[in-house]
T-cell receptor, first 117, second 111 residues
Framework: DADVTQTPRNRITKTGKRIMLECSQT?????MYWYRQDPGLGLRLIYY???????NKGEISDGYSVSRQAQAKFSLSLESAIPNQTALYFC????????????????FGAGSRLTVL | RKEVEQDPGPFNVPEGATVAFNCTYS??????FFWYRQDCRKEPKLLMS???SGNEDGRFTAQLNRASQYISLLIRDSKLSDSATYLC????????????FGAGTTVTVRA
């Protein structure tokens, strides 16, 4: 099984619908992230969480919300989807301890491709 | 100006060739540097971290030039399996720790 699992992998929806993308991990990492990737642009951070009770906005959080239900689970919601939210969404995790081996190195899920019509 | 800029390519090279490309970053306070590899429609995966003294991992060599604010990746003896998009990632610690991604450089190795 994958270390970071995203569901659904593909979703087509209509404008105005509520969508939830889910992410679960078996890495035991405290830190979890949601990114979106658009053609010609680098990955952009939507939200991140360093612990179960910690939620932080990234550079493009408008129109999105998240929930960190447990250390291993981090879900992204689009309350009312719009076409410019069509993108490839990645969940990622990283270890929490600065300086630890692998610190700041991200492990990504396989991605969730969302199309909003 | 983008925080991390890369030549999108594509770099089309024959098997066995050497290919090299750079990534420039705008924030002089950047502290950590990485190259990730992304295959088409798949997730990015860490290729290598980039250290101040430069480092090598098999056929891959990464260099950091802090004065000119760029990092480079060189691939020797290219294989068909090296065809991918290579993402430059730069980390900055200010109030928090932030990673900025380049849009990627596409490399296509042909037989």
């Amino acid at each position: 099984d994958a270390d970071v699992t995203q569901t659904p992998r593909n979703r087509i929806t209509k404008t105005g619908k509520r969508i939830m993308l889910e992410c679960s991990q078996t890495k035991g990492h405290d830190r979890m992230y949601w990114y979106r990737q658009d053609p010609g642009l680098g990955l952009r951070l939507i939200y991140y969480s360093f612990d179960v009770k910690d939620i932080n906005k990234g550079e493009i959080s408008d129109g999105y919300s998240v929930s960190r239900q447990a250390q291993a689970k981090f879900s992204l919601s689009l309350e009312s989807a719009i076409p410019n939210q069509t993108a490839l969404y990645f969940c990622a995790t990283s270890p929490s301890r600065t300086g630890a081996s692998g610190a700041n190195v991200l492990t990504f899920g396989a991605g969730s491709r969302l199309t909003v019509l | 100006r983008k925080e991390v800029e890369q030549d999108p390519g594509p770099f089309n090279v024959p098997e066995g060739a050497t290919v090299a490309f750079n990534c420039t970053y705008s924030n002089s306070a950047s502290q950590s540097f990485f190259w990730y590899r992304q295959d088409c429609r798949k997730e990015p995966k860490l290729l290598m971290s980039v250290y101040s003294s430069g480092n090598e991992d098999g056929r891959f060599t990464a260099q950091l030039n802090r004065a000119s604010q760029y990092i480079s990746l060189l691939i020797r003896d290219s294989k068909l399996s090296d065809s991918a998009t290579y993402l430059c990632v730069v980390g900055i610690r200010s109030n928090d720790y932030k990673l900025s991604f380049g849009a990627g450089t596409t490399v296509t190795v042909r037989a």
